[in-house]
């Protein structure tokens, strides 16, 4: 018979792709990871790990056990949204996971309105970037990640989405730069040098996909993924950016303006929670979603 728990750390190695990166995640040693990996395959009857030196990664075998243990995982949150709903589900902590902006602008107003509905519901909210957001997730961190599509990575079976809302782009100049004072084509800025967030960060991601569009790729000579700084550089003359409407203040771009679209996920399985429920609902109440 195999144990289910050691089926949680055959899939956060597969998610984290190291030993030591698994054993972290888990808040295990690495060599008790290994000892819990060596005693899986004793219960399968297969060899689910290939090695090498130091390095390991998954057999056929191992891959399709993978995903049983997502379906396991999966089944075991909709049992615990079960015996939630069995009792009242009225008081409990839930932890989210958000960018900066999406904190003021649901966040925030989702506590303020559990407040008044649900004033034993306990919310605990971390900043993270949206690339960052769904591992903790994935890892059990956190009951509730907000984060936006991004073209490096494509929806996981694992994780059930709900649309928040949709953010344009601007364009934020330096000050005296000679578009200024006017909606903007990002063609007209195509020699300019950039100011850009980090290669993985989802806004990255937007920023290349809509200059691609444009015809051309941008020069991105700073990077950074406080919009503060960004607006910092560029105002001190360093290059030009195209930052969310909601991160700083900037300028209409013309003709095809860039979107981001912010969604909210939880483990599949765990969405009718009533306490992950009540979060869900509010925010998606505090985010407008006719905009998406």
């Known amino acids: 018979m195999i144990d289910p728990r ?12 190291t030993v030591t990166a698994a054993a972290h995640a888990l ?44 379906a396991v995982a999966a089944e075991l949150e909709r049992a615990q949204a079960t015996l939630d709903s069995f009792s009242s589900g009225a008081s409990g902590r839930v932890e989210i996971a ?31 970037e ?4 769904l591992p903790l997730l994935l ?16 929806p996981d079976r694992r994780l059930t989405r709900f649309p928040l809302y949709s953010e344009p782009f601007d364009v934020v100049l330096p000050p005296g730069h000679r578009l200024a004072g006017a909606d903007v084509s990002l063609r007209e800025l195509s020699e300019e040098d950039w100011v ?20 051309f790729a941008p020069r991105i000579t700073h990077t950074s993924d406080d919009f503060r700084a960004i607006g910092a550089l560029v105002a001190a003359g360093a290059g030009v950016a195209l930052v969310p409407r909601n991160a700083l203040p900037g300028t209409p771009v ?39």
């Open 130 to 133: 949206g690339h960052a957001s």
């Open 27 to 70: 808040h295990l040693t690495p060599s008790a990871v290994s000892q819990q990996l060596a005693a899986l395959e004793s219960e399968a009857g297969h060899a689910l790990l290939r090695r090498r030196g130091r390095r390991v990664s998954l057999t056929a075998a191992g891959e399709l056990l993978v995903e049983h243990a997502n």
């Open 196 to 215: 850009a967030t980090l290669p993985g960060n989802p806004v990255r991601d937007v920023v290349e996909l809509a200059c691609s569009e444009a015809g």
């Open 139 to 154: 890892d059990g961190e956190i009951d509730l990640a907000i984060t936006e599509e991004y073209r490096s990575v494509g």
């Open 98 to 128: 958000s960018f900066a902006s999406a904190i003021t602008l649901v966040v925030a107003p989702m506590i303020l309105a559990l407040r008044s509905s649900a004033p034993s519901v306990s919310v605990v909210v971390r900043d993270a």
């Open 254 to 292: 013309r003709g095809n303006v860039p979107l981001r679209r912010v969604f909210a996920a939880v483990r599949r399985g765990s969405e009718e929670r009533p306490l992950i429920k009540l979060v869900r609902d509010e925010l998606v109440r505090a985010a407008a979603p006719d905009t998406f």
């Open 6 to 17: 050691r089926l949680r750390v055959l899939s956060a190695l597969a998610d984290h792709g």
